[in-house]
DNA sequence: CGAGGTAATTAACCTAGGTTAAAACGCTGA
DNA sequence: TCAGCGTTTTAACCTAGGTTAATTACCTCG
């Protein structure tokens, strides 16, 4: 089966407005989402206290908490909407018992599989070999359109910095 | 077909003493390999030289370069035999055709795929919320028998540190 | 056994980025 | 218009980790 054929089929559609939130870490979790419109962030919360981006995601991506549907355990991050949204959410265990028999349903799980992997492992390498002032340049490089739909505070966050210290690089105030 | 059956058929032995490179960054390459025996180290040479370290492969696990076989780009790191190993190569390409055409193949793929994301969404946890000390803490909990078959060198350039600074988080000489 | 090589430790000093707090700069809404 | 609130900037100071270099601890090989 195509795998709009079964969203459309299985989906139920999820509106959100900006501010709100689609799950938070540590609540239980069982679906996968499809964006149709609006942007989110998936952020960690640290025993600290201290929030740090983990993602954005916009229109056209898919989003779950991986470990939390596959392996039933509480969500490890929060799902915020900065802008109102519009989503179609689908049963994970179903659509993957589904995929586990449907060869095209498989093949649309293993394309968005590559490529979430392939989006971690740039991160990943992101943070082992460049520095703030790198990635951040990387990230005006590579997604100039997010920029302005961002505060620079999450922008920070997600670079892993303070937005003090991105306002710093910014500005090439380095001493 | 099951994958061990795919990989007697069309698996090629591979042998490398320790200190051997399976492959390069900036070279090309093809294939997907099945770790037998022996231990590995995936790195990063960046343009100051450095080599930063991306991840350790062991007995049991699969390794390829995901954006190079997949994009037919130029390897993004190069892969290390730290211990006298054994592998088995298989062509992704053709793995891959196979993949997208018989279920039971499809479902190892997408099960490696899966574990795959989940380990590099920890690492990017890792990096993002937890400092160097807790990183090491933290490998030294849930992989202590890695520790013993590799270098301090390799575990700090793992973590994102120096050498240095790992031998100062050990003895704990912060101050 | 001793020479040479790598890995680990230590010390002194340096820098990127964190912390805190105070201003400045928008907004939006009464 | 202006009050109120979040975002961004700036400044002063602090700390984790980097850098360099010297020292020590292991190995392996002849």
Known sequence: MDIKQYVIEHGRQVNLAAGQHLFRQGEMEDALYFVKQGLFKAYYLCQDGKEL?????????????????????PCTFSLLALEPAALV????????????????????????????????ERRE????????????????????????R??????????????????RIKHGRKA
């Open 53 to 73: 981006v983990k993602s954005f995601i916009a229109e056209g991506d898919v989003i779950t908490n991986l470990s939390a549907v596959f392996e039933r355990e």
């Open 89 to 120: 959410k689908v049963d994970f265990d179903s659509l993957y018992q589904h995929t586990l028999d449907d060869l095209e349903l498989s093949r649309f799980m293993l394309a968005s599989l590559i490529k979430l992997a392939q989006k971690k």
């Open 150 to 167: 961002i505060t620079q505070n999450d922008i920070a966050r997600y670079l892993g910095i303070t937005p003090v210290a991105l306002s």
């Open 125 to 148: 390498y992101e943070f082992l070999c460049l520095d703030a002032t790198t990635r951040y340049q990387q990230l005006m490089q590579h997604q100039p359109d997010l920029l302005h």
